[in-house]
Structure formats: structure tokens, C-alpha cells
């Protein structure tokens, strides 16, 4: 007897409905799949951060076993997979395990098959290659989707850098990024000799380095999911990006906004045809599932440049997914996990991305990455636990009450909060405090934060109270971002 074809969204919310095999997300916290597990029967976070206390029912966070300093997210996840309590928990529950991750390596593929699971995403290899911005820019050209004007280049010095430029005719007021890294970590401004001299330790030596001529122009986000059918495109989000009461990194990633006239109606409509053409690109390049691009609006002209590529699902997922169209529909990440089940489906692509582009389909939405941004290390002594948060006329933030949902944000006088640092944890220059979701714009139309966003991110620093370290102890800052 063939097997039966899933022929509509309402078949394909029936089939995670009744899903029987359990799914994992691994990671740091729960924070990117946000409510998955609402989606899809059997869907399990393994999470290294206890955001919720123990309180939410489908976050497991086993004890601190010892362990070496964690360099990455991988390293994190690796460690999870290990940890006898997780695996403990894995073979209690049977089935065939599927996993999905943030970040993932050729050592997490080994164990989630000593596990006897499958890792429903592409190759870490082929994820690695997709997310070298040098490729990106590569990626991009054979799909037509243009950059900023751009080199390619090894960087031996400075005067090797203007060489580089006047051949390729993008000036010397210039952008550079190195193949990987993020939230400004890798990203420098370079307009004189002074400027490049700074960061000359990071550029020189790195290899093919992605020289931009720099542009005035808005950052937004957009994500899509490339299936056997076709791309799936999702709604073009802002990007809050290097606010310094939210971050201490210059160009660094620190949250989104989602409102259907975010951007001009052309813009909307050009980012998301690019998107889809770039998906349909990684297609042919072997990539299938989740990816997230970053699209550069010139202030001047409007033109959309592509930015980088992510792999994977991103800071902004839990937007994407909890969007009006997910609702209506289904979460953009339901799509991913039906290319990877292997269920055969058939759907009309051009019909949803057409239905997902209406402007009913998206209704109005912040989020905001607070970290700590001053230059000091210390020990949290009290933290505000996760849920949700009112503010009060005078601008006053108090907790409210305990919640897990982000729908449970009733107005923009209230938030959701999901903390991520927590008593006895240290506190350093750029450490993620938590996240602060809210209803409306947490930005002006100059797009500089506003008011009330400023009085959000006020009031949750100042609900956490931390004392100085030991004198003679001290701290190095990690590098990587657990988001």
C-alpha cells in the first residue's frame, strides 16, 4: 500500500500532532525554538541553562557534571549528549531520536549516532562551508542576489589593503569581516591606517577576508526553509544592531522587530524574491532546511545587499516562528523537521509565500538581547526569574507573574522575560543577561531605540544585584554568544 502524501497545512499539523518519535533540540536554552514543542507531539528540550527553574514541562536540564571551560556552543551540546543523566533520559523514552541544534559539529554527529539518532540537518561539513561569508558572497552571485561591492582578499597590510580596494573600485572608507564569527565580533570599520592598525592582529593572517566598501544602510533579517517543494520564505524583520544599552559590540546583533511596514512594500517584496532565489541556490549546492539571511537596505537608494548567511536557525527564529502567519499556518521550523522526516509531502510553495506576504499576515512584535554592557566582571547575587513583566506608568518594571509563553503578553504595557544569567553565575562585558520580548516597536521610525524601550531595558537591569569577585581572582570572557 503507498504511502499516504501530506497534501495541505492542515494534513501536515495533524502529522507533528501525532508525532510519535521523539524530537530533541540541544542547546544552551530553549530560547531559538521558543514553543515547538506546542507544535510537534514528543518534542524535548535537553537545555544546559535552567532559564525556568525547573517550571517548564518539556525543558530537561541535568546536574553540572565537570567539565573542561567551554570554548563554543558545540562544545555545550557535546557535553549534553554525554552527560549520563542525558542519556539516561533518551533511552527511557525510546523511539527513534531525532535531534536538532543551534550549532553543531563533526564530534556532535558521532555521538548523536552512538545514540542511535539522526541529526535532522545538513552535514556539519556542508553547514561549515554555506556559513564562510567568503562563500556566501560566492553563493549569492551564482543565484543572483547581489552584495555590497566587494573584494575578496588575503590582507597582508595596510598598504596591501588599498591596493586591494582601488583594483576593485569600492573606495577606502571600507568594511571588513573575516570568513566566520558574529554579532561584531569579526566585523571592523576601517577607514584609515590608525583604524586598521587596531585590529591589524585579527585581519592579517586569516586568510580571504570579505572587503567591503562601507554603505549607509538599515540591517533586517529574513528567514526561509528550503524543501523538496521549493523555498518557504518567512516576514523581513529589522535588526537591532550595536545599541550600547544593549551591547557593548559595535555592529553586534542584539534583537528584531517584526511589523508588516517595517520597510517599504518594494523593499518587502525584493528581499523576499532574493530569498527565495538564494534558497533555491543552496538547494543545488546540497544545502536542504532552515537558513536565515541578513539583507542590508541602502538608506539612499533602497537597493537590497545581501549580508551574511546563516546555516541554521538564528536569534531571530523564535520571531519567525511565533509570527501571526505561524499561527494561521504553521511555525516556519514545522517545515524544516517535515524535509527532514523523510514524510512525503506536496505543496504549492508560490501559494504560501504569496499568502505569508500579506500584511495581515504579520502582526507587531520586538525582541531585545540584553547583555551586560559595562567593563566590569562580577557574581550575580539576584537575578529576575523568567515570565512576565509589567511596566507601570512612571516607567517602573515589576514582575508580574510566571509564565513560559510569549503569547501570554497581553498588551505593550507587559513583557516576557527568559533569563539566561542566574545567582552565582559571573557577570562580564557583553555576558547575555536574558531576553525581553514585547508587544509594538521597541524602536523609533529613525530606528533608534525609543522610549519605552529604554525603560524595559532599565528596568530589568536594575532588578540584578551582584557582588565583586575575590581579589585575586579574575575572569577571561568567552567567545562565542550562547544565542
Not at 21 to 29: G, K, L, M, Q
Not at 170 to 177: A, T, Y
Not at 385 to 396: F, N, Q
Not at 414 to 429: C, N, Q, S, T, V
Amino acid at each position: 500500500m503507498p504511502k499516504k502524501i501530506l497534501k495541505n497545512i492542515s494534513e501536515i499539523r495533524r502529522y507533528f500532532h501525532r508525532n510519535e518519535d521523539p524530537i530533541y533540540f540541544i542547546s544552551a536554552t530553549n530560547f531559538n525554538l521558543l514553543g515547538l514543542d506546542e507544535w510537534c507531539k514528543n518534542f524535548k528540550y535537553v537545555c544546559y541553562i535552567d532559564c525556568y527553574d525547573g517550571r517548564h514541562p518539556n525543558v530537561f536540564c541535568p546536574a553540572e557534571a565537570p567539565h573542561a571551560e567551554f570554548q563554543s556552543i558545540e562544545q555545550i551540546n557535546n557535553y549534553l549528549l554525554q552527560h549520563k543523566e542525558v542519556v539516561d533520559l533518551i533511552k527511557k523514552r525510546g523511539g527513534k531520536p531525532r535531534f536538532v541544534f543551534l550549532m553543531f559539529d563533526e564530534e556532535t554527529e558521532t555521538l548523536v549516532k552512538e545514540l542511535g539518532g539522526e541529526v535532522w540537518f545538513p552535514k556539519a561539513k556542508l553547514r561549515t562551508h554555506c556559513d564562510n561569508k567568503i562563500e556566501t558572497v560566492r553563493i549569492g552571485d551564482k543565484a543572483g542576489v547581489p552584495s555590497v561591492p566587494n573584494a575578496l582578499s588575503e590582507v597582508k597590510d595596510y598598504a596591501h589593503l588599498r591596493t586591494v580596494c582601488d583594483k576593485a573600485g569600492i573606495g577606502h572608507d571600507l568594511v571588513l569581516q573575516s570568513a566566520f564569527g558574529d554579532s561584531g565580533h569579526t566585523t571592523f570599520f576601517i577607514k584609515s591606517e590608525a583604524d586598521f592598525r587596531r585590529h591589524e592582529h585579527e585581519i592579517v593572517g586569516e586568510g580571504e577576508i570579505k572587503v567591503m566598501k562601507r554603505i549607509d544602510c538599515r540591517g533586517s533579517a529574513i528567514e526561509a526553509c528550503a524543501t523538496d517543494q521549493g523555498t518557504i520564505v518567512g516576514p523581513l524583520m529589522t535588526e537591532l544592531v550595536g545599541f550600547k544599552e544593549l551591547t557593548p559590540y559595535r555592529g553586534g546583533w542584539c534583537g528584531n522587530e517584526i511589523f508588516a511596514t517595517a520597510f517599504p512594500p518594494k523593499t518587502r517584496e525584493k528581499a523576499r524574491e532574493l530569498t527565495f532565489k538564494f534558497g533555491e541556490q543552496l538547494r543545488k549546492e546540497g544545502y536542504r532546511g532552515y537558513f536565515e539571511l541578513d539583507f542590508l537596505i541602502d538608506k539612499k537608494t533602497g537597493e537590497n545587499w545581501l549580508g551574511e548567511l546563516n546555516p541554521r536557525i538564528t536569534g531571530a527564529s523564535s520571531m519567525t516562528n511565533h509570527a501571526a502567519f505561524a499561527h494561521a499556518d504553521a511555525p516556519l521550523f514545522l517545515f524544516h523537521l517535515l524535509e527532514f522526516s523523510k514524510k512525503k509531502f506536496k505543496l504549492d510553495v508560490d501559494e504560501i509565500n504569496a499568502r505569508w506576504a500579506d500584511a495581515d499576515m504579520i502582526d507587531s512584535w520586538s525582541q531585545m538581547v540584553i547583555k551586560h554592557t559595562d567593563d566590569s566582571v562580577d557574581i550575580v547575587t539576584e537575578a529576575p526569574e523568567s515570565g512576565i513583566y509589567r511596566m507601570h506608568d512612571d516607567g517602573s518594571v515589576v514582575y508580574d507573574r510566571f509564565d513560559y509563553h510569549r503569547r501570554a503578553v497581553e498588551s505593550e504595557s507587559e513583557a516576557f522575560f527568559l533569563r539566561i544569567l542566574k545567582p552565582g553565575d559571573y557577570r562580564y562585558e557583553g555576558a547575555d543577561l536574558g531576553i525581553l520580548v514585547t508587544r509594538g516597536r521597541s524602536m523609533t521610525s529613525g530606528f533608534k531605540l525609543n522610549d519605552r524601550a529604554r525603560k524595559w531595558i532599565h528596568g530589568i537591569k536594575s532588578s540584578f544585584s551582584a557582588r565583586p569577585l575575590p581579589t585575586a581572582q579574575a575572569l577571561a570572557e568567552p567567545a562565542f554568544k550562547i544565542l
